[in-house]
């Protein structure tokens, strides 16, 4: 019997050039690998119309995300009200079909209740009231604080009413945790990545590496915190790469003589720059979802320090060099600059990613639990 699914996608997923495009796209690629016909419903709010899609999906439909102060609710999440649209409503009712929902910000009519005896499901990419608080703490802008502030407690409300409504798709052990105290039907879903096995390199490397979406408060914190604390008081270069990086954080890696900056990288060109860095420096500042940094690091590259925070709950501990605080980066990344990658360190990297991050075997437990 054929399997029909819809998958409401927060943003357009493709090209899957951050975390949350990377964790839909390869969603949507191991289903249609599987066999399942996709219906996707994909908010368009800079990325295009991606043609790309309509290889994996027997219908693409985009909607117009609605920003601004048409979307400001006092009960509602700006990320979860832009993002109600009658046309995605009218599309679902159609039929019959299962629907996955992509992130909280696209669950407005689920919670709703205008989607009735229908199986439904939720990614959670992140416990999204926790990320949007840590992101207050991040940010030194007033305005930002003070939104992500007010989000974080909308969200903390809606998420609730969500966990009631449908079972949640856990990214990581510890968002599991946090939906199973909401009293949620959960299941850990482990990421699916664009690996099979892992692709890193013998040898040495001859930089270390930091990269994310810059233009997130949490990573341009941990950016900056690289460059001051940790590499202006050694003599190892370090790159920073990613989007939309702040000026002010371009400034201060240029004020670095052993820093610099890649701006706007293509994915090409970061996959490049993954394979050659010696060592992958990771700090998070919180411990919610998965990094795909970490995992692109792990599956691609060679060394990898990070905080506890950055694979907290992953199992991926064992593939990774530990680090508390700035001395402890310092002094680790003194230490593995010196120390080739090797191929017993490739096997057990392998080893270590197989028992959770198994694109196939992941998409076979997904489709037990919708069909």
């Not at 119309?49 to 290889?55: A, F, N, T, V, W």
């Not at 919670?111 to 999204?128: C, D, I, Y």
């Not at 199973?180 to 099979?196: E, G, S, Y």
Request: charged residues 25%.
């Amino acid at each position: 019997m054929e399997k029909h699914l819809h998958i409401v996608c927060l943003d357009t997923p493709y090209p899957p050039d951050y975390g949350g495009a990377f964790e839909m796209f390869y969603t949507i690629r191991w289903l249609y690998e599987s066999g399942v016909k996709l219906y996707l419903h994909c908010f368009e709010y800079g990325r295009g119309r991606q043609p790309e899609l309509e290889r994996y999906a027997t219908w693409v439909y985009y909607y117009q995300r609605k920003e601004g102060a048409q979307s400001i609710s006092l009960k509602t999440p700006y990320i979860v009200q832009s993002r109600k649209n009658t046309d995605l409503l009218n599309n679902l009712q159609r039929d019959r079909h299962p629907i996955l929902f992509e992130g909280i910000h696209s669950t407005y009519f689920l919670v709703s209740g205008e989607l009735k005896n229908r199986k439904m499901f939720v990614r959670s990419h992140n416990v999204e009231w926790i990320y949007y608080r840590e992101m207050a703490k991040a940010t030194d802008s007033i305005p930002r604080k003070l939104y992500f502030t007010a989000e974080s407690i909308l969200l903390k409300q809606f998420e609730k009413k969500v966990a009631a409504k449908a079972p949640i798709l856990a990214i990581s052990e510890p968002d599991a945790t946090a939906y199973r105290n909401m009293q949620a039907d959960v299941k850990f879903l482990p990421a699916f990545t664009a690996w099979d096995q892992v692709q890193c390199q013998e040898g040495m490397g001859s930089f270390c590496l930091y990269h994310g979406n810059l233009s997130v408060p949490e990573n341009e914190k941990a950016a900056a915190w690289l460059i001051k604390e940790v590499f202006s008081n050694i003599e190892i270069p370090l790159v920073i790469a990613g989007r939309r990086p702040p000026a002010r954080l371009v400034k201060l890696a240029l004020r670095n003589r052993n820093c610099c900056m890649v701006e706007d990288p293509s994915g090409a060109e970061l996959d490049d720059l993954v394979r050659k860095a010696h060592i992958h420096v990771l700090p998070a500042m919180n411990d919610t979802g998965i990094k795909l940094k970490l995992l692109h690091a792990l599956f691609c590259g060679r060394h990898c320090i990070v905080n506890e925070r950055m694979v907290k709950g992953t199992g991926l501990e064992a593939a990774c060099r530990m680090a508390i605080d700035a001395t402890a980066f310092q002094q680790t990344v003194s230490e593995l600059y010196k120390v080739p990658f090797t191929k017993a360190d490739i096997a057990k990297r392998q080893w270590v990613l197989e028992k959770d991050y198994h694109n196939e075997k992941n998409v076979r437990q997904l489709i037990t639990w919708i069909w």
